[in-house]
Every structure is written in structure tokens, then in C-alpha cells.
């Protein structure tokens, strides 16, 4: 399955997480069912150019690209990297209750991908 990415911060303004979590009852982050994830994404865009992403809930997991689209495709490989070793080590992943802090340039994007 490809990676579903979703621009929340242009789309919706950034006010999709709020609402789908005072609404539906979605997480920031969240297992769904047979080893999907559903997890925001911050990019942020460098001095020097290009973007760094990371995963709000879940420290140690960053990457960065050139473009939007790169940084994001790379966050993904990381994510699923970090899962890989989780799963060989037989340990939980560590999500965040309450999210690093995201700085104000950031865009912040939904994935949704196969763990």
C-alpha cells in the first residue's frame, strides 16, 4: 500500500486534527487495524533549503529532502525503518501522548501507510 499523505496545514487550514479529534474521535496518531498507522508529520522548511520532517509522537524518527514531497517519502522510510527494529526487538512502539512542540513554519501533513 502507498503511503496516503495528506496536507493538513493547506487543506484544511490546520484545523483538521482538532476537529477530527473533538469530532470522530482520530488520534494524531494511532494503530489501525492489521499494522496500518496513522500519524502527522511536521515539515519544516531549513535556511539553507530543502525541508526536515519529523514525527511529532515519536522522537528519534527524522529525515529531511529537497522538496515537500521528498522530505515526506523519506519520513516514511524512516518511520517504517524505526517499526522494522520495534518489531525485531519485540518492543512497543514509543508514541508521545503529547506531541514535541511543532514551530510556527511548519506544515504539518497526516500519513497514512502499511507498518
Same mark, same amino acid.
Given at each position: 500500500?502507498?503511503?496516503?499523505?495528506?496536507?493538513?496545514?493547506?487543506?484544511?487550514?490546520?484545523?483538521?486534527?482538532?476537529?477530527?479529534?473533538?469530532?470522530?474521535?482520530?488520534?494524531?496518531?494511532?494503530?489501525?487495524?492489521?499494522?496500518?498507522?496513522?500519524?502527522?508529520?511536521?515539515?519544516?522548511?531549513?535556511?539553507?533549503?530543502? /525541508?526536515?520532517?519529523?514525527?511529532?509522537?515519536? =522522537?528519534?524518527?527524522?529525515?529531511?529532502? %529537497? @522538496?515537500?514531497?521528498? &522530505?515526506?517519502?523519506?519520513?516514511?522510510?524512516?518511520?517504517?525503518?524505526?517499526?522494522?527494529? /520495534?518489531?525485531?526487538?519485540?518492543?512497543?512502539? =514509543?508514541?508521545?501522548?503529547?506531541?514535541? %512542540? @511543532?514551530?510556527?513554519? &511548519?506544515?504539518?501533513?497526516?500519513?497514512?501507510?502499511?507498518?
Amino acid at each position: 500500500m502507498t503511503p496516503l499523505l495528506v496536507d493538513l496545514s493547506q487543506q484544511w487550514d490546520g484545523r483538521f486534527a482538532q476537529e477530527a479529534d473533538e469530532e470522530y474521535g482520530l488520534n494524531v496518531w494511532q494503530t489501525m487495524p492489521a499494522g496500518t498507522f496513522e500519524c502527522d508529520v511536521c515539515l519544516v522548511p531549513e535556511d539553507e533549503g530543502g /525541508y526536515s520532517a519529523y514525527l511529532p509522537h515519536l =522522537p528519534g524518527v527524522v529525515s529531511e529532502g %529537497e @522538496t515537500l514531497e521528498d &522530505a515526506a517519502e523519506r519520513i516514511v522510510e524512516a518511520f517504517l525503518g524505526a517499526v522494522e527494529v /520495534y518489531k525485531e526487538q519485540n518492543k512497543p512502539i =514509543p508514541w508521545l501522548e503529547h506531541a514535541e %512542540e @511543532t514551530p510556527d513554519n &511548519a506544515k504539518v501533513w497526516r500519513i497514512i501507510m502499511n507498518g
